[in-house]
């Protein structure tokens, strides 16, 4: 099993001091970091405890070495869709019915009808199906690692247009994507 601790305590932000002081009974940041490093066994105990002081249910903590999980790959700020320096694991672990594993993207600046601190929660698609998913959101590679993020308004032959969420943002047309995924689930924070 491998542990999710340090994740999902990076993506709450929160730093070692501060999951320290919210376990119940306080404990140290050494000791929170010899859990996430595996210097110390994640005991049963330790996961209610660690789970309840970054509010996730501690079975998040952990995960198998062979188990695909869903990846934050990019997030989406005032230039657009950027890819992050390294994919991490998403928080919400879902997945699609036939076992498929599911993208997310990460929403840091308010474009369109997406808020900063959504997370959109994509599925990839072959770009032969393109044709399928016609003014629906998706996010699609492009070279040198970048990402482009819109409405599908139009393919034709191996070549996807799309229209950014922002105001007055200009069609982005891309030559033959290797994938497009397309949004399934919005996760918005009360």
Known sequence: MINRIRDIRKQKG???????AACEPQ???QTIGRLETGMR???????NRIGAALGVDPELLVKSSGEAVPQIVARLTDQGAEPLGKPRDAILPTQLKDGETLLCLTVEAP?????SGDQLWMRQVAPDNAASIINRDVLVPRSG?????????????????????????RQIVIDNPAWLAVAEMLVRKL
């Open 14 to 20: 929160m730093t070692l001091a501060e999951v320290a």
């Open 145 to 169: 690692g970048r990402f482009a993020f819109g409405r599908l308004i139009d393919r034709q032959g191996a070549m996807v247009g799309l229209l950014p969420p922002g105001i007055g943002q």
């Open 27 to 29: 404990t140290t940041a």
């Open 41 to 47: 066994n994640l005991s049963l105990v330790w996961m």
């Open 111 to 115: 474009q369109g009808e997406y808020r």
